[in-house]
């Protein structure tokens, strides 16, 4: 009996393997299952409206509308500032210092004595002249009253005023070599210099002492030889004192009709208002501004792409992303003007446009 039980089994199960491996079955199971599902792709596909669901997302993009603006590029040169009065006073004659009357940082006075030079042997001389003049005159003095009492001869006469004539002649030229002797302030202004010392030998071209008037500054540099066309007298300009900090705008005072042979550039200067911070060889960045437009189409530079046919940008038409060819002009400052392709009104794509394609959805 459990024999026979057996066999059927085994038979069962034959008959079970047989069915799971036959092709076409297997075959028919499998097409159902696509045919199902194939019909909820359908279904799921109507319900969000397409197939392609990164084709109809809106991207997150930033957009700038474009305008007409007043557009400038400048020119920036590095310069300093200068005393138009830096005077070197030097020592007119030779001799030793025997006196300073003034030190660092004093205010003085044009015609002030700042220093003396040993002036004595001059002295007296003068002193010795002054005897002799004194004798010339009393002499000149009688014989010109015998001359109108018309006593003596005109020899006498005119003997006795060439001595006295010659005496003060002597000492006229005498005291304008001590007045040498004192050494003088050219003009008024702060003594920025003081290298003189009571009891040093001096000599005419020596240095010796600086006297700066601060309150007549400028801003002085050299702009290189290739922009002598575009940088002129009564340009308008922008003074930047870095270590200060501060600035001021103006405009260019002068401008060198003259290049340079050895540096190939040519000076402009900026006068400066009175400022106590202002002080002369002080670094000066000048920011000249070498074009201008009054009605220019600017955007950021970093809305600009490039491709084989020139620049472009992307611009949002109608929540759609556009492609356009722009021709570009200046750029200063991360600022571009844009010569054509543009027009007021326009948005341009700025921050996200370097994902984009043209077509897509934006949102902003």
Sequence with gaps: MKRILFIAGIAFLAACSSEKKDPKAELADLKKQRTELDAKIAKLESSVGSSDTTKTMARDVSVYEVTETNF????????????????????????????????????????????QIDDKVLRQNIAELQTQLTLATSLFNRQKNLWDQKIGTEVQYINAKTQKEAAENRISTLRSQIAMYKIKAPISGTIDAMDLKVGQSVAPGMSGIRIINASNLKAKAQVAETYAGRVNQGDEVNVVFPDIPDSLRTKINYASKTIDPASRSFEVQINLPSNKKYRPNMLAVLKIVDYQNSKAIVIPISAIQKSENGDFVFVAV???????????????????????????????????????????????
């Design 72 to 115: 400038k590029n400048y020119l920036e040169v590095q310069g300093k500032i200068d005393a138009e009065e830096n005077i070197q006073v030097n020592p007119e004659a030779q001799g030793v210092v025997t006196a300073v009357y003034v030190k660092i940082g004093q205010g003085v006075s044009k015609g002030q004595v700042l220093a």
């Design 318 to 364: 109608n929540g759609v992303a556009k492609k356009v060819v722009i021709k570009t002009g200046k750029t200063y400052e991360g600022k571009v003007e844009v010569l054509s392709g543009l027009k007021v009104g326009d948005k341009v794509v700025t921050a996200g446009a370097q994902n984009l394609n043209e077509e897509d959805n934006v949102k902003f």
